[in-house]
């Protein structure tokens, strides 16, 4: 079981990251009895927080006036880069590993971001937050940060929400076409004699069998489900299950497999294990990218939305940003694309060659 973060890790971490964003003219952090009644601690957690960042000289506390941000830590932010906030999933991840494309886009497009953590926030800590950043990029957004939505658009900052489901209306917003990518695996495994497709998650699997979920779209195409007839959960399993699975007779109907990149190296040792040679006895297309070396050299075919989501992103910064635009809503709908490689076998060629 995880340890909960102490109280006055988190009013460090929020004062730290209001130090680092602020480019505005108010140099000028909350005061303790602000920052008291903001996250609803005592003076002396306040103080523990504030004392390493003020002996370290990122903040500069001046008698009778309060505490400054100490213009030395505002590096070239100060010279008219644009610093956006960027926000993953429900906040949690942004102060861990980032692995979104929106950080690298951000980059490449001369600007410069922070994540926000608003996981172990309130809406409050969070309007704190938004002063001083030019705008917000929110990667995966979900429903359940509704209150925190709600937060930006009084905000009046520019911002992009990344959804997973739906377009939202009132909000410039791209869509990720997670039913597109079902089809897509759909038509390229029959194309290359598949039907039989082994679906690996590292997610509870049982949430691709709502509708409209990369699984459910591609068995309804593979299959020739109606829409009334619910698919079964038959070519579903986590992968951690995968070594079991194996040895059982089941598993020999199955001419592919489909994962993430992300436990592609998993994957493939219990294949190897189990004496299974990709793509000679089973083929394998991934999402995303995945390491040539574990696949022994050969690059994966993959289904990936990374390229078609950077241009979507670098076409929001442009417009709100590069030529200042902020007229209208931005609205796009991006699908994934078919990278072949070299781990799926085509059992059409290989059947009419005998």
Not at 144 to 172: C, G, M, N, T
Not at 193 to 217: A, S, V, W
Request: net charge neutral; proline share 5%.
């Amino acid at each position: 079981m995880g340890t909960a973060t102490p109280e006055y890790a988190k009013v460090r971490s929020f004062v730290y990251s209001l130090a680092m964003n602020r480019t505005d003219s108010d140099r000028k952090i909350p005061s303790e009895k602000e920052l008291c009644e903001l996250f609803r601690v005592s003076r002396v957690t306040v103080r523990n927080a504030l004392e390493p960042l003020i002996s370290t000289g990122i903040l500069v506390s001046r008698r009778g006036m309060g505490t400054f941000v100490n213009p030395a830590h505002q590096n070239f932010r100060d010279l008219g880069s644009s610093l956006l906030g960027y926000i993953q999933h429900g906040g949690m991840q942004s102060t861990n590993k980032l692995s979104g494309v929106a950080p690298e886009v951000i980059e490449q497009s001369g600007m410069d971001y922070d994540s926000l953590d608003i996981a172990n926030g309130s809406t409050e800590q969070f309007a704190e937050l938004l002063k001083g950043l030019s705008g917000v990029v929110w990667e995966s957004y979900t429903d359940q940060s509704a209150a925190f939505l709600e937060v930006l658009k009084k905000s009046a900052l520019p911002f992009l929400l990344i959804y997973r489901k739906h377009l939202e209306k009132e909000s410039d917003c791209i869509m990720i076409d997670e039913a597109d990518e079902g089809r897509k695996i759909a038509e390229y495994a029959k194309s290359m004699g598949h039907r039989n497709i082994l679906f690996l998650y590292k997610t509870d699997p049982k949430i691709q069998l709502e509708e409209n979920t990369p699984y459910t779209n591609a068995m309804r195409k593979l299959f020739d489900l109606p829409a009334d007839q619910p698919v079964p959960a038959t070519h579903l399993l986590h992968f951690t299950g995968l070594r079991e699975f194996v040895r059982k007779p089941e598993f020999r109907k199955f001419t592919m497999i489909y994962s993430s990149g992300s436990i592609a190296r998993q994957v493939m040792q219990v294949l190897k294990e189990a004496g299974i040679s990709v793509p000679d006895d089973l083929s394998y297309l991934v999402y995303g990218k995945a390491f040539p070396g574990f696949f022994n050299g050969r690059t994966p075919s993959a289904i990936s939305i990374r390229n078609n989501l950077e241009n979507a992103i670098f076409d929001w910064l442009d417009l709100r940003f590069w030529q200042k635009n902020r007229n209208g809503i931005f609205q796009r709908r991006v699908s994934p694309e078919l990278i072949p490689g070299e781990t799926v076998q085509n059992l059409s060629e290989k059947e009419n060659s005998k």
